[in-house]
């Protein structure tokens, strides 16, 4: 299984237009990505393109967060998406 | 067809075909089957095609929507096909459960994870539920609850407006407000004052006007009439064509030049920074609410500090008067309430909270008092719900102790204002919120529509009430009067602002909207020619009668369309 670490670089957190912004972008990946706050247990953790469940997550600015997935292409999804959650969208 | 009367709400002459508002969907029975033929695929394929559909139309609206608007459109479009939404929902289906019922409960189940989060997160909880009720009428083929889409002007016709439908209220399009419910102090007088549209309350029978059916809307007269005549024309015309409104300078004066500070009402940072923006002179009442509703437990003390300093930094150098917690069983905190009180009006609310439950109270004041010592507003703070001078100089020295140099108290229970005398002595300053001094002095529940006559600020009793806590704050001044405020939506009349000032009120404080039409009004009068009004009022026997008087001595009105 493929991880990265990753933390959130928008300042309202994963919230509002970041978090469309990432849920649009997990559901277009080939593979199924979850998504859980550093340090919670892997079965808890959420389908990442699920935007209710990213919500519900409580993701802060400066929060940290593991990406995981398996597969073909596993590594190449979590390398785009920590992209995207490392970049402050507000600031666009 | 005949013209219903109303009570007007916010002053202006249209006509326009009427638009209803659908009715809000009954919940599914949570034990409601499959339909006849039916099979668990089907039903799923049933509920994916409705949650696409309503993903369709949402980012449809977004297209044409303002770029504020078009975000929440197009996150909320991203809800109706969550992939967690659509899991939770089809495994409720294979269990038996039909589309609608299974869509309904699942959403429920994300709706109060998001509330128990508080915050912003709580207020997103709204959008899951909207998408759900969107789904649900789409299942059922009823229209969508919520105001209705239109690519053309319409005169929208609801039994009452809900706070939440400000948000998808286009006022481009709707050129009116007609309800068959509330009172001059319901959602949609609120809405309605804040957005600056013509609306009647409390117009029963509107409900039976056909769809689409062209009405002439006075909102002044409080008058609706179906099939308008070349009369009810020429007098929309002549509004459409009225002066334009000056821009409010930042500096509410008289025409004598006696300053009147025009302040606003807000309710977080958000609305501090739009209130800034329109040129309010500081803000005459912060409702503090905001931080705490939806919430399970008591906001911590760095969250309360961050969110005052938010809104006294956008004032700086300005007064900003805190209002603390006002909860009660209508505003339910479940750390702080009662819910099961037979009469929550009158019951454990605003500042009474302290003595049920204390520790909150103390705990907002220390957050406040940090918040303004890093600030460089001038902060005051007030209670709400005063009755008595006991209940005043406790919360003055509840202050103190925080390190708050001004406190006051919200004049809204008619013994404070009868007493104001002493309630005065033991504080700095008084905010009279009308909208529950009027409820309080007519016995009247401010939402129930049957009550709208007698739930009105007009009313000479309440202009009394008004006069007497003026006087009894000069004589708890001695040489100095202590200063009088109103905050409530008597303030954002403008016919009622002169009247108000007549009486000897020092600040009005009022939605962002209303800034610029009070001040145009008052800058008409002179002190003198305010307090004429004033007493005209106060003579008058009964709120028609002194709106009619001071109205006719207020010819700006009719100029400026108010």
């Known amino acids: ?92 | 067809m005949n013209a219903i009367h109303g009570v007007g709400v916010g002053a202006g002459r249209v006509v326009g075909p009427v638009k209803h508002m659908p009715a809000p969907l009954a919940p599914p029975a949570s034990d409601a089957a499959w339909p006849e033929g039916a099979t668990a695929e089907t039903e799923a394929a049933r509920l994916k095609e409705a949650a696409a559909a309503v993903a369709d139309q949402l980012r449809a609206r977004a297209a044409s929507a303002a770029p504020a608007a078009a975000e929440v459109l197009k996150s909320t479009a991203l809800m109706a096909t969550d992939s967690m939404l659509r899991k939770n929902s089809t495994k409720l289906i294979t269990a038996g459960r039909n589309a609608e019922s299974a869509v309904w409960e699942a959403a429920e189940a994300f709706a109060s994870s998001l509330l128990s989060l508080g915050g912003y997160m709580a207020e997103r909880a709204t959008d899951v539920l909207d998408v759900r009720a969107r789904i649900v009428a789409e299942l059922r083929g009823v229209p969508a609850p919520g105001i209705p889409g239109s690519e053309t002007p319409f005169v929208l016709v609801a039994e009452d407006l809900a706070p939440a439908d400000t948000a998808t209220l286009d006022p481009g399009i709707v050129v009116a407000l007609v309800t068959s419910g509330g009172g001059p102090q319901s959602h949609t007088a609120i809405i309605a004052r804040a957005l600056g549209l013509p609306a009647v309350v409390a117009a029963d029978g509107v409900g039976a006007i056909p769809e689409g059916t062209e009405v002439f809307v006075d909102g002044a007269a409080g008058l609706v009439r179906p099939e308008p005549d070349a009369a009810d024309r020429a007098s929309a015309e002549a509004y459409a064509a009225r002066e334009p409104l000056p821009t409010f300078t930042g500096r509410g004066a008289l025409a004598d030049g006696t300053s009147v500070p025009l302040l606003a009402n807000v309710g977080g940072a958000d609305d501090a920074v739009a209130a800034a923006a329109e040129g309010a002179e500081g803000v005459g009442l912060l409702r503090t609410e905001f931080c705490f509703l939806g919430r399970d437990t008591e906001p911590g003390h760095e969250e309360q500090v961050k969110a005052y300093r938010g809104v006294f930094d956008a004032f700086e150098g300005k007064k900003v008067v805190v209002r603390t917690l006002d909860a009660g069983a209508d505003k339910p905190l479940p750390f702080l309430t009662d819910t099961s009180e037979p009469n929550p009006a009158l019951g454990v609310r605003g500042y009474r909270t302290d003595a049920a439950t204390p520790g909150v109270l103390a705990r907002q004041l220390a957050a406040i008092a940090e918040a303004a010592d890093g600030s460089a507003a001038e902060v005051w703070v007030m209670a709400p719900m005063i009755s008595t001078p006991a209940e005043a100089r406790d919360f003055a020295a509840l202050c103190t102790e925080a390190g708050l140099e001004t406190s006051g108290v919200m004049v809204e229970v008619p013994s404070a204002a009868v007493s104001a005398g002493h309630v005065l002595a033991g504080v700095g300053f008084a905010s009279i919120g009308t909208n529950d001094l009027t409820q309080y002095t007519m016995a009247a529940d401010r939402q129930l529509g049957p009550l709208a006559a007698l739930n009105d600020p007009w009313q000479p009793a309440v202009l009394r009430l008004i006069e007497a806590t003026v006087r009894g704050a000069a004589e708890a001044g001695g040489s100095t009067p202590k200063p009088v405020g109103v905050c409530g939506e008597a303030a954002a009349d403008p016919a009622l602002a002169v009247v108000l000032v007549g009486l000897g009120i020092s600040t009005l404080s009022m939605t962002a909207r209303a800034l610029a039409p009070v001040a145009a009004v008052l800058a008409s009068v002179d002190a003198g020619r305010a307090r004429e009004l004033a007493a005209l009022a106060l003579a008058a026997e009964g709120p028609a009668e002194a709106r009619q008087a001071v109205r006719a001595g207020l010819p700006v009105l009719d100029s400026l369309g108010l």
């Open chain 1, 1 to 92: 299984m493929a991880e990265r670490i990753a933390t959130i670089a928008s300042r309202v957190g994963l919230h509002a237009r970041p978090a469309a912004i990432f849920a649009e972008a997990a559901a277009e990946q080939p593979v199924e990505v979850t998504i859980a706050l550093e340090g919670e247990p892997v079965e808890d953790a959420l389908d990442a393109s699920s935007i209710l469940s990213l919500m519900g997550l409580g993701a802060e600015h400066g929060a940290r967060v593991v990406l995981r997935a398996e597969g073909d292409g596993a590594d190449a999804a979590l390398d785009a998406l920590v992209a995207i959650l490392e970049t402050d969208h507000d600031a666009e």
